[in-house]
């Protein structure tokens, strides 16, 4: 019995099983579509786990590259950040690192801070505090990660 895989264009769309008539004999998968309906069929028998979303190029079938199930958001509202910071004991760390930024980058840095509605993963205030509070790349996109499901 056979199994073959729907292709729309490189990637399995679906997944079909074989079918049988009432004396147990395979039903050809030729009569098991309308005449008008055209598509890809690749069998599929020997490929164990072959699933939906699979690719299939050069006579090989390739799984899909592994979601991101955190990805990391570029964007969270001003509140998210200052909650993820408070649950991360930082929020005192950066509001007093902000209040001692000297002269004019220290005063753009506070009205950011105190009248942003958002702040941006890439924001350069951002940039500029997390070495300052000893914050990895991977800590700061733990942070913003935290912060979206707040």
């Known amino acids: 019995m056979k199994t073959y895989a729907r292709m729309e264009g ?5 997944i079909i099983l074989p079918v049988v008539d009432e004396n147990d004999q395979e ?3 030729e009569l098991r579509f309308h005449p008008d309906i055209v598509a890809t069929l ?20 390739s799984a899909p590259a592994p979601v991101d199930p955190d990805p990391v958001p ?5 509140r ?12 005192q760390s950066v509001n007093d690192a902000i ?8 005063d753009e840095a506070r009205v950011e801070w105190q009248f942003s509605s958002t702040v ?4 350069p205030l951002v940039l500029a505090l997390a070495p300052t509070l000893n914050i990895s790349d ?3 996109d733990s942070l913003f990660i935290a912060a979206a499901k707040l």
């Open 10 to 14: 490189d990637t399995v769309a679906e």
């Open 138 to 140: 991977a800590q700061l």
């Open 99 to 106: 209040a001692n930024m000297p002269g004019t980058e220290g």
């Open 74 to 78: 570029q964007v969270v509202s001003m």
């Open 120 to 123: 941006e993963r890439n924001w």
């Open 42 to 61: 690749v069998d599929v028998t020997s490929v164990a786990g072959i699933e939906q979303g699979w690719t299939y190029s050069n006579g090989t079938f």
């Open 27 to 29: 039903i050809p998968i």
């Open 80 to 91: 998210q950040a200052r909650l993820a910071l408070l649950n991360d004991n930082l929020l």
